[in-house]
């Protein structure tokens, strides 16, 4: 298992040299399967501590600039567009419209769909 430092500083490293993560992997002689097992670990990790630390850096190494603590927070910034899944939860919800129309959705809903619900509602 890689440690967080060393997952940020691959990715760091592929984002600031234009370079492909398997070829960087390979260069260190990583495998695929120990660098995004340890990837995921660690984004599973920041999901279920969501403890508000925001604004904290670390540096890597001693030339390289500042890159954010969370593995998060680094690839929200290299793939702006790409949303990380959450997992959706089974709710029933029930709601009544400006006009006194009745609204029930049951099923798994997700955040992304709870926001459009409410927004318009």
Do not use: W
Request: glycine content about 8%; hydrophobic content about 30%.
């Amino acid at each position: 298992m890689l440690s967080k430092e060393e997952v940020l500083e691959i990715i760091s490293y592929c984002d600031t040299h234009n370079v492909q993560r398997a070829a960087r992997l390979k260069e260190l002689g990583i495998s695929h399967r120990e660098f995004y097992k340890s990837r995921r670990k660690y984004l599973e990790d920041e999901r279920t501590q969501s403890n508000g630390d925001t604004g904290s850096f670390i540096q890597l190494g001693s030339g390289e600039s500042f890159v954010p603590c969370s593995v998060t927070d680094l690839e929200k910034s290299i793939n702006p567009g790409r949303r990380i899944h959450v997992p959706s939860e089974a709710l029933t919800i029930e709601c009544q419209t400006s006009r006194g129309g009745m609204v029930r959705i049951s099923g798994r809903v997700s955040v992304e769909f709870m926001a459009v619900l409410v927004k318009s509602l």
